[in-house]
């Protein structure tokens, strides 16, 4: 089988084949390899290249689930194939920007500012919250468009990730 991972920005043609013995991989044009595998548990994988033990650790990018990240000899690798990346970069630019489903701020925080009310219409991608991080202010924008219906942060108050500031009930596009 032919496989093209995405390893960094470098793209590396790969094809397999399976035998009693493990695997035979080319790597790019010429550099064929004999690999057998051994799982030693559900993240970590021992390979036998060209009689070389090699250990290497797997576990899933905590960001992106389609891709997963190798470590060998202390070296980290996100590895993913070339073709879902394509595929995922076309889907995300035909989306437009990427907002999130609910207004949290990204890091632990400290609320400069409230932009709305309870019962506002808000349109997506509208400022509805400011934050200051590390000297930095943020302005958090409406996932969607909608009614307010609740705040739960006011100017002062320290919030972190995954705490919901405002409350929009999603609805039609603020029509003024």
Do not use: C, W
């Not at 009689?51 to 980290?76: C, E, S």
């Not at 993913?80 to 489903?101: H, V």
């Amino acid at each position: 089988m032919d496989y093209t991972l995405l390893v960094g920005d470098e793209k590396i043609p790969v094809r397999v084949d399976v035998r009693e013995s493990g695997l035979s991989m080319e790597f790019r044009q010429g550099e064929a390899r004999d690999i057998s595998t051994s799982l030693i548990n559900g993240n970590r994988v021992t390979f036998t290249m060209d009689g070389r033990n090699v250990t290497a650790y797997l576990a899933p990018d905590q960001g992106d689930r389609d891709v997963t990240i190798v470590m060998v000899r202390g070296r980290r690798y996100r590895i993913m194939d070339a073709g879902l990346a394509e595929l995922k970069a076309a889907r995300k630019k035909a989306a437009g920007p990427d907002l999130p489903d609910s207004v949290t701020p990204p890091m632990p925080s400290v609320v400069v500012r409230v932009l709305v009310g309870e019962n506002d219409r808000v349109t997506k991608g509208q400022g509805v919250i400011v934050v200051s991080a590390m000297k930095t202010e943020t302005t958090l924008a409406a996932p969607f468009s909608g009614l307010v219906t609740g705040i739960h942060a006011a100017e002062g108050d320290s919030v972190r990730p995954g705490q919901v500031l405002v409350d929009i009930e999603p609805g039609p596009e603020n029509e003024e």
